[in-house]
């Protein structure tokens, strides 16, 4: 069983920067994609990034391309989100996700992490 668990999140002003953090154990973490969605108040999860087993291959939602990086460290079970230029708009709970396939359908992954809230005030 693999756990994920996501940290870094907060409140920052707008065009300011966070890097979340998603640690993941008990699994094989290089076997698995890896990626990012988020959700805000009433809304649906939406994709933001992902990433493939090793790294090189990166696919970002057009809301964030430019501004986030999503990258991973597998020697450290730890995949990241680089948010840069944040806007009001990204406020959300941040979820990363592992799976088999790099797709941006979260029905595709099979793990997730508890989320952390990211608050952007403008």
């Known amino acids: 069983q693999v756990q994920l668990v996501e940290s870094g999140g907060g409140l920052v002003q707008a065009g300011g920067s966070l890097r979340l953090s998603c640690a993941a154990s008990?699994?094989?973490?290089?076997?698995?994609?890896m990626a990012w969605f988020r959700q805000a108040p009433g809304n649906e999860r939406r994709y933001v990034a992902t990433i493939s087993w090793s790294g090189g291959d990166t696919y970002y939602a057009d809301s964030v391309k430019g501004r986030f990086t999503i990258s991973r460290d597998n020697a450290k079970n730890t995949v990241y989100l680089q948010m840069n230029s944040l806007k009001p708009e990204d406020t959300a709970v941040y979820y990363c996700?592992?799976?088999?396939?790099?797709?941006?359908?979260?029905?595709?992954?099979?793990?997730w992490g508890q989320g952390t809230q990211v608050t952007v005030a403008s």
């Open positions: 996700a592992a799976g088999t396939r790099w797709v941006p359908n979260p029905d595709e992954y099979d793990y």
């Open positions: 008990g699994g094989t973490f290089s076997s698995f994609a």
